[in-house]
């Protein structure tokens, strides 16, 4: 594997493999040292079009424990604000003598158009509304500490999954792991179709939580409801919100999970998101490891990993 | 044998070998040119001067109603130089100029300004004049001052008229001029936002997308507007099967509608996104098999009218964008006629009807181009290898831009010979100027 782009890339296969790394980068991130030389002398740029501070973060770190060089491109001073072209930027990036670019950009597809220009691995941080795979790589691990296997296990995943490039990528790691997938949205909330999805759809969430063993809240952003795509956000709580009452439906070892950051009181209740249920302070810690394991898979030469 | 000098203007030579094609029928015979006119049409003529159409058909020139020249504004994608050079190398003797420049095309002034570029290039340029002013869909532009230049055709292309009442109006006031307005059809509230067609694919890779139905609402109510004024319109660029179908019901109830639709309508699907190749980014989008199979039945069974090209030539750095700030749009003028050979499976004259004669009709330039090959007529002439193989390498364009989507493509047929108002602008597939 030469880039990171999509899960599609990884397969159920891959997919395996970058948790079994992991599991050895959770006991790196433990150590009273965190760090290995697994990667000493990479260099790996950041390329963040769009702002996030945790993934980035969770990056960075994942970098410095396995040892690489990092640089940021600051996309906010350079001269990407003077009407460079995509392609001139990053080509003027890999001239430097780079290792990986690790890329976030608000428009679908960019990491892709990125990998065709340039030598160096591509890692996708989040494209537009399309694809996100290391989140997707730490919820499927995130879910396998509390259960042993994915395979069989009923998802619902809940909320705009039409602009979520969160729920794309977990629909294809998920359902490649063998679990049983269900979107749960109003239908203004849903892609426009969902030919070729293996998964099921309901816009009931109340008739879904009692069956499932994960629920999948995704974020919920203030601006739809200027979009004419809900009525209000109060709305959409009281229908698709995993409130209080709600709650109670799930089985008692259903577990709650979220992308973050979290709108507490629109998609889930303060007190839900602090029930044992809820592993979201799980999936940020896990979120580094992956990292770790997904750098290492793309620039590691397999000899360095001293476990 | 090959010509090795260019021929002068006012030269005479006969074209030897070929079958004629064009509404009348289809014939062997040599076609000799005295003088900017056809002289003779005769089996076994002769002449000192020969140009070889051995295998060839011998064919009434292309019109293009559809071709983005680009000048005035964006001369870094195209100019009417080298759009024209490029239209004449695709076997064109004429491409209406579509007026979204910049500045657009929409007083008699600018229009001049096109035509007398026009005047040395080496296809015959027209122009589209806009409908409204600067194409804002705001407020009626000088039709008549435009059409006093000779304007036939008018259209906001590029975007497509939004106020009812104003397209209403429009076509009320085109009635009297006896010129055709032609629509982009486009809701733009449904289409808003958009960057492919909205389906699966667009779904998939996370697009936002343009519904079917974006196109086919407008072309709804242009129907209903051609039926309440008794005015012509003319369709840009159809590219849905549910646009075709009412097209289709239209002219079975007598309305004056016109329809045409672009080769990568009928050669390319939204698939084609995949991979965020920003050259597959045109509007309207590349749509499902479904459409491109309906947009091919239309073109078979007379439907549709034309092939057009939409021509849209745009620089490299510009299509080197994110998919969704890319601008749309795709060449055309160097590859249409072989993609409809290549792809289509029609008879000759029923391709070239598409090609030639159906949009000079609808162009308005019917005693210059797309005539009967005959003595008296105007030499505007395209020979024709539909054997010949090639494959399109983006770099050997004549075009300023490189945004072809079929570079690669193996394709069978190959403009040989084109000959505007007697010149041999393009001799064995090299522009001669
Ligand atoms: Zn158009």
């Given at each position: 594997m030469k880039h990171l782009l999509s899960v599609n890339d990884l397969g159920a296969d891959g997919i395996e493999e970058v948790l079994r790394l992991t599991d050895s980068f959770v006991e790196v991130s433990a150590r009273s040292i965190p760090k290995v030389p697994a990667l000493r002398g990479k260099t790996i740029v950041w390329l963040f079009y769009e702002d996030s501070t945790r993934t980035r973060l969770s990056f960075e770190t994942a970098a410095k424990r396995l040892s690489a060089d990092t640089m940021n491109f600051s996309v906010s001073t350079s001269s990407v604000k003077k009407g460079e072209s995509l392609r001139d930027t990053v080509e003027t990036i890999e001239a430097m003598g780079i290792d990986a670019l690790v890329v976030r950009h608000a428009s679908a597809g960019v990491p892709w158009q990125i990998s065709q220009w340039v030598d160096a691995a591509v890692v996708n941080a989040g494209d537009g509304w399309h694809e996100h795979p290391t989140q997707a790589l730490l919820d499927c691990y995130t879910i396998r500490q509390r259960r042993q296997s994915l395979h069989g296990l009923r998802i619902a995943i809940v909320g705009d999954v039409k602009h979520s490039r969160v729920a794309r990528s977990d629909v294809l790691a998920f359902t490649a792991l063998g679990a049983e997938v269900t979107l749960v949205a109003p239908p203004t909330l849903l892609p426009p179709s969902l030919e070729g999805w293996p998964v099921d759809v309901t816009s009931d969430l109340d008739a879904v939580l009692p069956k499932a063993d994960v629920v999948y809240l995704l974020r919920m952003q203030k601006e739809r409801q200027h979009e004419s795509l809900l009525p209000s956000l109060r709305e959409y709580t009281a229908l698709w919100g995993l409130t209080r009452d709600r709650a109670r439906l799930l089985a008692d070892d259903a577990i709650v999970m979220h992308p973050g950051p979290m709108n507490r009181g629109v998609e889930i209740a303060a007190e839900v998101a602090d029930l044992p249920n809820a592993v979201i302070t799980q999936q940020v810690a896990n979120g580094v490891a992956v990292r770790m394991a997904v750098l290492y898979l793309l620039l590691g030469s397999g000899a360095e990993l001293v476990a | 044998m090959s010509p090795s000098q260019p021929f002068a203007i006012d030269s005479a030579y006969v074209i030897k070998g070929g079958t004629v094609v064009d509404a009348t029928g289809s014939r062997q015979a040599d076609v000799l040119v005295k003088k900017g006119r056809i002289a003779a049409v005769d089996k076994a003529l002769d002449h000192k001067h020969v140009i070889d159409a051995a295998g060839c058909i011998v064919a009434p020139g292309l019109v293009d109603l559809h071709t983005h020249l680009r000048e005035p504004g964006r001369e870094e994608a195209e100019t009417v130089e080298s759009g024209s050079r490029a239209a004449a190398l695709g076997g064109y003797t004429a491409v209406v100029a579509m007026p979204n420049t910049e500045p657009a095309l929409d007083n008699a002034a600018a229009v001049r300004q096109v035509l007398d570029l026009g005047a040395t290039a080496l296809c015959d340029v027209r122009v589209a004049g806009a409908i409204t002013v600067g194409r804002r869909g705001e407020q009626l532009a000088p039709l008549g001052e435009m059409a006093a230049l000779g304007v036939r055709l008018f259209t906001d292309d590029g975007n497509g008229v939004q106020d009812s009442r104003l397209m209403r109006r429009a076509l009320e006031y085109a009635g009297a001029l006896g010129v055709t307005l032609a629509q982009h059809c486009e809701d733009e509230a449904l289409a808003s936002g958009g960057h492919m067609n909205e389906g699966a694919w667009s779904s998939r890779l996370g697009v936002p997308g343009i519904p079917a139905e974006a196109e086919e609402l407008m072309v709804l109510r242009d129907i209903a507007l051609s039926r309440l004024t008794g005015t012509p319109v003319h369709f840009l660029h159809l590219s849905t099967a549910g646009s075709v179908a009412m097209v289709g019901a239209a002219k079975a109830q007598g309305l004056r509608v016109t329809a045409e639709a672009a080769p990568h309508h009928f050669t390319l699907t939204d698939a084609e996104c995949a991979g965020y190749d920003?050259?597959?980014?045109v509007n309207p989008p590349l749509r499902g098999e479904a459409d491109v199979a309906a947009v091919r039945a239309a073109l078979a069974d007379g439907t549709i009218d034309a092939i057009a090209t939409d021509h849209a030539p745009h620089a490299l750095e510009a299509k080197e964008q994110p998919f969704d700030q890319a601008p749309p749009g795709m060449l055309g003028l160097e590859t249409a006629l072989a993609l409809g050979l290549t792809e289509l499976g029609l008879d000759h004259q029923r391709l070239l009807a598409l090609l030639s004669w159906q949009p000079a009709r609808i162009a308005g330039i019917s005693g210059e181009h797309?005539?009967?090959?005959?003595?008296?007529?105007?030499?505007?002439l395209t020979v024709i290898d539909p054997a010949a193989t090639w494959v399109v390498e983006p770099e050997h364009?004549?075009?300023?831009?490189?945004?072809?989507?079929?570079?690669g493509r193996k394709l069978t047929g190959k403009v040989r010979h084109t000959i505007l108002r007697g010149e041999p602008v393009v001799l064995d597939a090299e522009a001669q100027r």
């Open positions: - | 920003t050259v597959f980014k797309g005539g009967p090959i005959v003595e008296g007529a105007s030499a505007n364009l004549a075009s300023r831009s490189r945004n072809t989507p079929y570079a």
